[in-house]
């Protein structure tokens, strides 16, 4: 019975990961333009007919959808037009950034919006749960760009208490504290911008599902009880609060791989946005097509473990199920 | 007791200085490093085959491979070759080389390795430059290498001379797919730094300096790129030493200690114009617009002053080549109306221009143009709209992002356009790829304009004369014929600068004609050589 509503989802999943399979190689293709107009539009360099012709040819080996297929199946991305370097290789250089500057954010912006979520919701109608719903609103609608451009001018330019851009002193020679204090150096203020951009969302999320919470009975057992009022809130209304969150933050996590575009222009900051971004206006299919499929796959995977947990959170779930 | 030890102390701080001051100035003065920056960061691996073709992807090649002249701010100077003369009689040019050149690992530049090049560039073309005018080239000695033309040339010295990159035999010479050769000496050059490191996804550079440089040792031991789209901030916070600036920042930058450079007018932004259509293959039309469109207000709108009205002519106005005759149109939108309705349009009722029930209407496409590697968004769009419809023409404006409107002017979907390109105070060959379909039928910015024969016979000459007075007067000619005829209207030379910290001992320079083929940045290899 268990096994089985493991099972059930994954016909679906696999269906759709076939779907995005496609249209990883189709939506790129058909974006105006290609990679030797868009490599050749600024540059000094003027092809003749017969020049453009022949980069062209050497660009379009190797293309095909079955070619794609049977690549992928091998675990080979292909090669970037632009760095004539295997995907994987961009990508997993990448990578590791978006998860530092994205998945930092998220987490910190999960906790930190749940705990004063839930806090202001036990506080219902008092002074500072006014006063935190009102900054939060007007908090979340400020854009990042917003947030971003404020926190450079202050503390970057101003104050000069933190680095503009880059995600680390290039090619400094430190220990390995004090590279990772460089590092953390240069994540503070693009970070700071993320987390004021996801915060206040987790904020009223997290306050607007306590409130339901609290009105139902089994909190007022609980306080009947007499237990503690941190228990009561945490281990037995919160708990019933979390679902929205986690399905938040399994959304949030997948768009992982380019949600934070506006923070990494604005901080030179290094990631998959920038390199997606960097990809598309180059028409650099290759490297669109395995970024799109990375995304596409990350959303589906993160989705089916989704399935999953909401069953341990909640066991409704389950039985519903 | 302690006067003596005062007197030993004077002794060894005499002794001391006089040490240090008789250190060789290059060790005595060694900077560290230099950083410098840029938006996007990312250029491509620097050889010939793996950097990008653009300005920075070049110029990022440049710092380790040498070519056998360079350029500084007042022209042609030697690089490889010491020397060079040209034989008109035989079609030939002789390059007697520095024999302290040295490849990067070690070994001797040779004749033959420049001989090598041409040979390999014929077989895996690269495409900033062209082989199809040499025949032949043949090493003469140990230091001498003579190469051979089968017909004239014009811009063999811009081209040859100071664009190509001189490979090493010894490493190439086995190499089939240059494009994918990702081997660590596929770097290995006789510029002045050693290739050391790129990373993609931070778009960053190392260079350290090749101490056996036969122009000497680079003045900083390392050279780095890095990507950062803030240069006000980068260079007030001493995150970089040198950068691209917009003109609005130069004043305060001034006021932090940095110098500013401002180039000579190499870019220009021009309008394009579908030239193949119905009423734009009109060439009264064509001029009609030029009146139409007030380029001193686009200046002071959207430049906000930073920029100069730019030649009818194409060539800058900074050109050697420059014809101050080249034929101009004021703005006169009376003018303009009239030379429209001469061609059959008359007003409307609502003030607008109509031929048979039907009002003239045109799409004007505009998008982010890229400058010298940055992104620039377009703001002439607006102006020039306003401009065509307050004398009847109904302008449906289009902001589209840059490849998608390159691609729709690239297969003639378009009416007009907002462009731009650099290149025209460099080598007049410019003329060639921005104005004929041979020349420039891959490129967005070039007209591709064959219409008429006399330019057309005028632009081959122009390839064919290596006497410079000569060519001057074909070019001279070759401005007022497309002055007149007006494929695309050059609109204005934007600003360029870039600023620089002076602490770190490095004078920076525009190079006269741009590096190369005309790229406006400021970092010429010689900033860090002399």
């Given at each position: 019975?268990?096994?089985?509503?493991?099972?059930?989802?994954?016909?679906?999943?696999?269906?759709?990961?076939?779907?995005?399979?496609y249209?990883?190689?189709?939506?790129?293709?058909?974006?105006?333009?290609?990679?030797?107009?868009?490599?050749?539009?600024?540059?000094?360099?003027?092809?003749?007919?017969d020049?453009?012709?022949?980069?062209?040819?050497?660009?379009?080996?190797?293309?095909?959808?079955?070619?794609?297929?049977?690549?992928?199946?091998?675990?080979?991305?292909?090669?970037?037009?632009?760095?004539?370097?295997?995907?994987?290789?961009?990508?997993?250089?990448?990578?590791?950034?978006?998860?530092?500057?994205?998945?930092?954010?998220?987490?910190?912006?999960?906790?930190?919006?749940?705990?004063?979520?839930?806090?202001?919701?036990?506080?219902?109608?008092?002074?500072?749960?006014?006063?935190?719903?009102?900054?939060?609103?007007?908090?979340?609608?400020?854009?990042?760009?917003?947030?971003?451009?404020?926190l450079?001018?202050?503390?970057?330019?101003?104050?000069?208490?933190?680095?503009?851009?880059?995600?680390?002193?290039?090619?400094?020679?430190?220990?390995?504290?004090?590279?990772?204090?460089?590092?953390?150096?240069?994540?503070?203020?693009?970070?700071?911008?993320?987390?004021?951009?996801?915060?206040?969302?987790?904020?009223?999320?997290?306050?607007?599902s306590?409130?339901?919470?609290?009105?139902?009975?089994?909190?007022?057992?609980?306080?009947?009880?007499?237990?503690?009022?941190?228990?009561?809130?945490?281990?037995h209304?919160?708990?019933?609060?979390?679902?929205?969150?986690?399905?938040?933050?399994?959304?949030?996590?997948?768009?992982?791989?380019?949600?934070?575009?506006?923070?990494?222009?604005?901080?030179?900051?290094?990631?998959?946005?920038?390199?997606?971004?960097?990809?598309?206006?180059?028409?650099?299919?290759?490297?669109?097509?395995?970024?799109?499929?990375?995304?596409?796959?990350?959303?589906?995977?993160?989705?089916?473990?989704?399935?999953?947990?909401?069953?341990?959170?909640?066991?409704?779930?389950?039985?519903?199920? | 007791m302690?006067?003596?030890?005062?007197?030993?102390?004077?002794?060894f701080?005499?002794?001391?200085?006089?040490?240090?001051?008789n250190l060789?100035?290059?060790?005595?003065?060694?900077?560290?490093?230099?950083?410098?920056?840029?938006?996007?960061?990312?250029?491509?691996?620097?050889?010939?085959?793996?950097?990008?073709?653009?300005?920075?992807?070049?110029?990022r090649?440049?710092?380790?491979?040498?070519?056998?002249?360079?350029?500084?701010?007042?022209?042609?100077?030697?690089?490889?070759?010491?020397?060079?003369?040209?034989?008109?009689?035989?079609?030939?040019?002789?390059?007697?080389?520095?024999?302290?050149?040295?490849?990067?690992?070690?070994?001797?530049?040779?004749?033959?390795?420049?001989?090598?090049?041409?040979?390999y560039?014929?077989?895996?073309?690269?495409?900033?430059?062209?082989?199809?005018?040499?025949?032949?080239?043949?090493?003469?000695?140990?230091?001498?290498?003579?190469i051979?033309?089968?017909?004239?040339?014009?811009?063999?010295?811009?081209?040859?001379?100071?664009?190509?990159?001189?490979?090493?035999?010894?490493?190439?010479?086995?190499?089939?797919?240059?494009?994918?050769?990702?081997?660590?000496?596929?770097?290995?050059?006789?510029?002045?730094?050693?290739?050391?490191?790129?990373?993609?996804?931070?778009?960053?550079?190392?260079?350290?300096?090749?101490?056996?440089?036969?122009?000497?040792?680079?003045?900083?031991?390392?050279?780095?790129?890095?990507?950062?789209?803030?240069?006000l901030?980068?260079?007030?916070?001493?995150?970089?030493?040198?950068?691209?600036?917009?003109?609005?920042?130069?004043?305060?930058?001034?006021?932090?200690?940095?110098?500013?450079?401002?180039?000579?007018?190499?870019?220009?932004?021009?309008?394009?114009?579908?030239?193949?259509?119905?009423?734009?293959?009109?060439?009264?039309?064509?001029?009609?617009?030029?009146?139409?469109?007030?380029?001193?207000?686009?200046?002071?709108?959207?430049?906000?002053?930073?920029?100069?009205?730019?030649?009818?002519?194409?060539?800058?106005?900074?050109?050697?080549?420059?014809?101050?005759?080249?034929?101009?149109?004021?703005?006169?939108?009376?003018?303009?109306?009239?030379?429209?309705?001469?061609?059959?349009?008359?007003?409307?009722?609502?003030?607008?221009?109509?031929?048979?029930?039907?009002?003239?209407?045109?799409?004007?496409?505009?998008?982010?143009?890229?400058?010298?590697?940055?992104?620039?968004?377009?703001?002439?769009?607006?102006?020039?709209?306003?401009?065509?419809?307050?004398?009847?023409?109904?302008?449906?404006?289009?902001?589209?992002?840059?490849?998608?409107?390159?691609?729709?002017?690239?297969?003639?979907?378009?009416?007009?356009?907002?462009?731009?390109?650099?290149?025209?105070?460099?080598?007049?060959?410019?003329?060639?790829?921005m104005?004929?379909?041979?020349?420039?039928?891959?490129?967005?910015?070039?007209?591709?304009?064959?219409?008429n024969?006399?330019?057309?016979?005028?632009?081959?000459?122009?390839?064919?004369?290596?006497?410079?007075?000569?060519r001057?007067?074909?070019?001279?000619?070759?401005?007022?014929?497309?002055?007149?005829?007006?494929?695309?209207?050059?609109?204005?030379?934007p600003?360029?600068?870039?600023?620089?910290?002076?602490?770190?001992?490095?004078?920076?320079?525009?190079?006269?004609?741009?590096?190369?083929?005309?790229?406006?940045?400021?970092?010429?290899?010689?900033?860090?050589?002399?």
């Amino acid at each position: 019975m268990r096994r089985g509503r493991y099972i059930k989802p994954l016909p679906a999943f696999v269906l759709a990961g076939l779907i995005m399979v496609y249209a990883s190689y189709r939506l790129p293709r058909l974006l105006p333009g290609d990679f030797v107009s868009a490599l050749y539009a600024s540059s000094p360099v003027t092809l003749s007919a017969d020049q453009e012709a022949q980069v062209r040819a050497y660009y379009a080996r190797g293309e095909g959808f079955s070619r794609y297929l049977l690549n992928l199946f091998t675990l080979n991305w292909g090669y970037s037009y632009a760095f004539l370097t295997p995907i994987s290789a961009l990508i997993l250089e990448a990578l590791p950034w978006s998860l530092l500057l994205m998945g930092g954010a998220h987490v910190i912006s999960m906790l930190v919006g749940f705990i004063a979520g839930v806090e202001a919701a036990w506080r219902r109608g008092g002074y500072v749960e006014r006063t935190g719903v009102g900054c939060m609103t007007v908090l979340e609608g400020i854009p990042e760009i917003g947030t971003g451009v404020i926190l450079l001018l202050v503390f970057a330019l101003s104050l000069g208490w933190f680095p503009a851009s880059g995600a680390e002193t290039a090619y400094a020679v430190f220990s390995p504290l004090g590279r990772a204090w460089d590092v953390a150096q240069h994540l503070a203020l693009p970070l700071a911008t993320l987390v004021l951009a996801y915060f206040p969302g987790n904020f009223l999320l997290t306050r607007g599902s306590m409130v339901m919470v609290l009105r139902e009975q089994f909190v007022e057992t609980a306080r009947a009880k007499g237990l503690h009022p941190a228990r009561v809130r945490y281990a037995h209304a919160a708990r019933n609060a979390l679902l929205p969150m986690v399905t938040r933050f399994g959304l949030r996590i997948a768009f992982m791989v380019t949600g934070a575009l506006v923070v990494e222009t604005i901080y030179a900051y290094p990631g998959l946005g920038t390199l997606l971004f960097n990809a598309i206006s180059m028409r650099d299919v290759p490297l669109i097509q395995g970024i799109v499929l990375f995304s596409s796959l990350m959303v589906l995977f993160v989705n089916l473990a989704l399935e999953y947990v909401y069953g341990w959170i909640d066991p409704r779930v389950g039985y519903a199920a | 007791m302690n006067r003596s030890v005062v007197k030993a102390a004077c002794v060894f701080v005499f002794l001391a200085a006089l040490i240090f001051s008789n250190l060789p100035g290059s060790m005595a003065s060694q900077i560290r490093e230099i950083r410098i920056s840029d938006s996007k960061g990312d250029w491509g691996y620097p050889n010939p085959y793996r950097h990008y073709p653009r300005g920075p992807g070049y110029v990022r090649m440049s710092w380790v491979f040498d070519t056998l002249i360079w350029k500084d701010q007042n022209g042609y100077i030697p690089a490889l070759a010491e020397s060079w003369s040209f034989d008109a009689d035989r079609l030939a040019f002789t390059f007697h080389l520095n024999p302290k050149a040295r490849w990067h690992d070690g070994r001797p530049l040779m004749p033959e390795d420049v001989v090598f090049t041409l040979d390999y560039f014929k077989k895996h073309p690269y495409r900033w430059i062209t082989v199809d005018h040499v025949s032949r080239s043949e090493a003469i000695g140990p230091h001498t290498v003579i190469i051979y033309l089968s017909r004239p040339y014009s811009p063999f010295l811009s081209d040859i001379g100071g664009t190509m990159p001189i490979l090493p035999k010894h490493i190439w010479g086995s190499v089939e797919d240059p494009e994918r050769y990702n081997d660590p000496k596929a770097f290995i050059g006789s510029g002045p730094y050693l290739f050391r490191d790129f990373n993609k996804a931070k778009g960053t550079y190392l260079y350290e300096a090749f101490t056996d440089y036969y122009q000497g040792r680079p003045k900083a031991d390392r050279l780095i790129y890095l990507r950062s789209g803030k240069p006000l901030i980068s260079l007030s916070t001493g995150q970089v030493d040198v950068a691209n600036i917009k003109p609005e920042m130069a004043e305060q930058l001034k006021g932090k200690g940095m110098v500013i450079i401002k180039d000579e007018r190499g870019w220009n932004k021009k309008l394009m114009i579908n030239h193949r259509k119905f009423p734009f293959n009109d060439k009264r039309f064509r001029q009609a617009l030029a009146y139409a469109v007030n380029r001193l207000e686009i200046i002071d709108k959207s430049q906000r002053g930073f920029a100069a009205p730019a030649s009818f002519g194409l060539l800058s106005i900074d050109h050697d080549m420059y014809n101050p005759g080249t034929p101009t149109y004021s703005y006169d939108p009376a003018k303009a109306r009239t030379l429209i309705e001469a061609l059959g349009y008359r007003s409307g009722p609502d003030g607008r221009l109509i031929k048979d029930g039907q009002p003239l209407k045109v799409e004007l496409l505009s998008s982010n143009i890229t400058v010298a590697g940055e992104s620039v968004a377009d703001r002439d769009g607006e102006v020039i709209k306003k401009q065509l419809e307050s004398i009847g023409i109904q302008v449906d404006l289009v902001n589209m992002e840059q490849a998608t409107t390159d691609s729709k002017v690239k297969s003639w979907s378009f009416d007009l356009a907002v462009s731009g390109h650099g290149g025209v105070s460099g080598d007049a060959r410019i003329l060639n790829e921005m104005i004929s379909s041979q020349y420039g039928a891959g490129s967005v910015n070039s007209a591709r304009y064959d219409a008429n024969p006399e330019l057309n016979r005028l632009l081959e000459a122009q390839m064919l004369e290596m006497d410079q007075e000569k060519r001057k007067a074909i070019v001279f000619k070759i401005q007022e014929v497309y002055a007149e005829d007006l494929p695309a209207i050059s609109l204005y030379y934007p600003d360029s600068m870039a600023a620089y910290n002076p602490g770190k001992g490095i004078v920076w320079f525009y190079t006269k004609g741009g590096i190369s083929k005309g790229i406006p940045i400021s970092q010429n290899k010689m900033s860090l050589i002399r």
